[in-house]
């Protein structure tokens, strides 16, 4: 430290510093009004009943056995950012309703310069909710990546600074898409890891994990944990497509329900139950699924326009309930207590 003339940057990366278990301390005894019970629980991706209104979506996931749900605020979601003031205090109130939690919420803010960026962090702040979902920055490849992830270095600093106005925790979303950083997890724990987790942090997402790096989770993961807020699980399998254009890539991912896929939930929960992981648990459904006419639906839906559930709602419930129910077994079975 450098007395007075500190920055506030230096400041956040000597919080980094600090213990995790000191972290924590404060956090967990920080009030939060409504969500104070926000740690380890399984959440429904609320993109998954965009069918509904917040009404029946919260009951839908109350239904199927959540004890949690995370709302999601961008263009075309439940909660709108235009009028995140009148729509987020709804949406919660839902879910507290229906029994249930919002441990985090589901956004489009990466930068300071984010639409409405403040007014949904100081929304989130009167609310109690603390983490926020930050969707991942993206590479062009056919430019340099050392110097664009450079780049990005400064929008990071500032939008630190914005979380920690707001007590609020940006937690960036890992995806194996082709030009996404964080992928491979390495660019994205770089570029966080000398910030405080309670400012910078990661969404740690298992199934693209997997899918970009097989394996590689087990020496990502404890390099990075100290910086996982909460984790995204989804099952995943590599097929060969029968059909190719031609100098096509014929390998492509496939989600499927879990247990049916690549993704080793039993070691991954073990390990983060072993380095005391508290964040909440987003539970994702991307695979398809069977309609009655012979067509399929694939479960995460859409969250933009107008999504029409096209099977009976006690059967959506059924498919909800299953997952849920294969990762509360297995949690149980490790001894993980994740309500």
Not at 10 to 39: C, E, F, Y
Not at 69 to 84: D, F, K, S
Not at 316 to 329: C, E, H, Q, S, T
């Amino acid at each position: 430290m450098r007395g007075d003339d500190c920055s506030r940057r230096d400041l956040l990366k000597t919080m980094a510093a600090v213990p995790m278990a000191s972290v924590a301390g404060r956090t967990a005894s920080a009030p939060i009004g409504p969500q104070a019970d926000d740690r380890l629980r399984l959440a429904l991706v609320s993109r998954h009943v965009q069918w509904a209104d917040i009404e029946e979506g919260a009951a839908v996931a109350a239904e199927a056995g959540f004890t949690a749900v995370a709302w999601t605020c961008r263009p075309g979601a439940h909660v709108l950012p235009e009028n995140v003031e009148r729509e987020l205090p709804r949406a919660i109130a839902a879910a507290r309703r229906n029994g249930l939690t919002v441990p985090m919420l589901i956004t489009a803010i990466n930068t300071v310069d984010s639409p409405r960026a403040e007014a949904i962090l100081d929304t989130m702040r009167q609310a109690g909710i603390t983490r926020y979902r930050a969707p991942n920055f993206r590479y062009d490849y056919s430019r340099d990546l050392a110097s664009q992830w450079e780049a990005l270095k400064p929008g990071l600093a500032a939008l630190a600074e914005l979380n920690e106005k707001y007590g609020a925790t940006a937690m960036f979303h890992t995806h194996s898409s082709p030009g996404s950083v964080g992928g491979g997890l390495w660019d994205l724990w770089l570029l966080v890891k000398d910030f405080a987790p309670s400012v910078l942090a990661i969404n740690y997402d298992l199934g693209h994990a997997v899918v970009r790096g097989g394996t590689e989770w087990m020496q990502t993961a404890r390099f990075a944990h100290r910086h996982v807020e909460a984790l995204s699980v989804k099952d995943v399998h590599w097929i060969k497509r029968q059909v190719a254009s031609p100098g096509t890539w014929p390998w492509t991912p496939e989600f499927v329900p879990p247990g049916q896929g690549m993704v080793n939930f039993r070691d991954v929960f073990t390990y983060f139950k072993s380095v005391g992981f508290s964040g909440p648990i987003e539970v994702y459904y991307e695979y398809e699924v069977p309609l009655a006419d012979g067509r399929t639906m694939n479960m995460l839906g859409t969250n933009r326009g107008t999504w029409k559930l096209e099977m009976p709602r006690t059967q959506f419930v059924g498919y909800l309930k299953r997952d849920l129910d294969f990762y509360r077994a297995l949690l149980r079975d490790i001894d993980w207590r994740v309500r």
